[in-house]
């Protein structure tokens, strides 16, 4: 959180703005109309990101946006392991599907980056 803040709040005010928001995702380089998707992020800000509607984030709102609570991290990732790798989309992993996708095991937190791999009893 506290990265996120010093990295986007640019005026240094302990708050992020629409327009600090906005600048940290996309930069106007002379462009002079914004795509879609800018536009619908500065409707995310306001209707959703800026929950007092005081034009601008604290620490507590710029939190809900980084770290929703409702967000399972570590069940997201499972499912991501196992979308990635089950190739016949049975909805079960064999030992050679795991093997196959082995680089995306080693690089996931929820292996631990790979040290659950090394750590084993057979």
Known sequence: LQETMEDIDKNGD???DLEE???DMYSHD???DEPEWV????E???????KNRDGKMDKEETKDWILPSDYDHAEAEARHLVYESDQNKDGKLTREEIVDKYDLFVGSQATDFGEALVRHDE
Not at 39 to 42: G, L, S, V
């Open 39 to 42: 536009k619908t992020e500065r």
């Open 14 to 16: 302990g708050f992020i």
């Open 21 to 23: 928001y906005i600048g």
């Open 30 to 32: 002379g462009d002079t």
């Open 44 to 50: 995310q800000f306001v209707e959703f990101r800026d």
